[in-house]
């Protein structure tokens, strides 16, 4: 079935270390590709987003492209800081609903 | 504009009780979707509703349903509850559904313990 697959966590950085957080999937159609982050205490926000293939989702520094050869969309940062510290989920969703399969999670830790 | 309003926050029941979740969307928004996070499964789908009929269903018993009413609001029931129950389930809204096309905007959740 379709599914999502992040590397484990924890990812522990110091300030303004470059990330990266792998993500690949597994898809029957032709899915649409999301980053989500979950801050502690708080559900979850769209991070960025990338709908076909090649084309690169950014948001806040944060970048991901959509890779249909090796399909993955790999998640990453130049320079993290502290306050990025958080719950990162990749998803996908076919058929244009709103029905998300999410990855299990990638928790970073960023230390000044 | 308010975001996605979750009621109650946070609920403690037993065993074999019920509850009920509410779900205030984006004003304007006409789709609703409710996801059940647990440390062990992740985050995973329940359900979808647009303009008050279901769309999609997750891979859940029947003890989970859900319903939307013609403000969009929605509620999701959970009967006979079990301990593995005990998850903070997030409601989302977005315009139109489509992930793919509108933004998926996540209420705070409403974190359930039961014991």
């Known amino acids: 079935g379709d599914s999502v697959t992040q590397m484990e966590g924890p990812v522990t950085l110091s300030e303004e270390a470059f990330l990266t957080i792998n993500c690949t999937y597994t898809?029957?159609?032709?899915?649409?590709l999301f980053w989500y982050v979950q801050y502690p205490g708080e559900g979850l926000q769209l991070l960025l987003k990338?709908?076909?293939?090649?084309d690169k989702g950014s948001n806040k520094g944060f970048e991901a492209t959509y890779r249909k050869e090796t399909t993955s969309f790999h998640l990453e940062k130049g320079s993290v800081q502290v306050s990025d510290s958080a719950v990162y989920f990749c998803?996908?969703?076919?058929?244009?609903?709103?029905?998300?399969?999410f990855g299990t999670g990638t928790r970073l830790q960023v230390f000044p | 504009k308010a975001g996605v309003t979750q009621t109650p926050r946070y609920l403690i029941k037993t065993r074999g009780q019920q509850v009920t979740l509410s779900c205030s969307p984006i004003?304007?928004?006409?789709?609703v979707s409710w996801y059940q996070q647990t440390p062990g499964q992740g985050l995973q789908f329940l359900f979808e509703?647009?303009?008050?009929?279901?769309?999609n269903k997750g891979n859940f018993p029947g003890r989970f349903s859900g319903r939307q009413f013609s403000n969009s609001r929605s509620e999701m029931n959970v009967s006979t509850l079990e301990l593995g129950d005990s998850a903070l389930y997030l409601c989302?809204?977005?315009?139109?559904?489509?992930?793919?096309?509108?933004?998926?905007?996540f209420g705070a959740g409403s974190r359930l313990t039961v014991l």
């Open positions: 898809a029957t159609g032709y899915p649409s």
């Open positions: 989302a809204s977005s315009l139109d559904g489509g992930a793919g096309a509108n933004v998926l905007t």
């Open positions: 509703y647009f303009s008050e009929t279901q769309r």
């Open positions: 998803a996908l969703t076919l058929y244009n609903t709103d029905k998300l399969i």
């Open positions: 004003s304007g928004h006409r789709s």
């Open positions: 990338a709908t076909k293939a090649d």
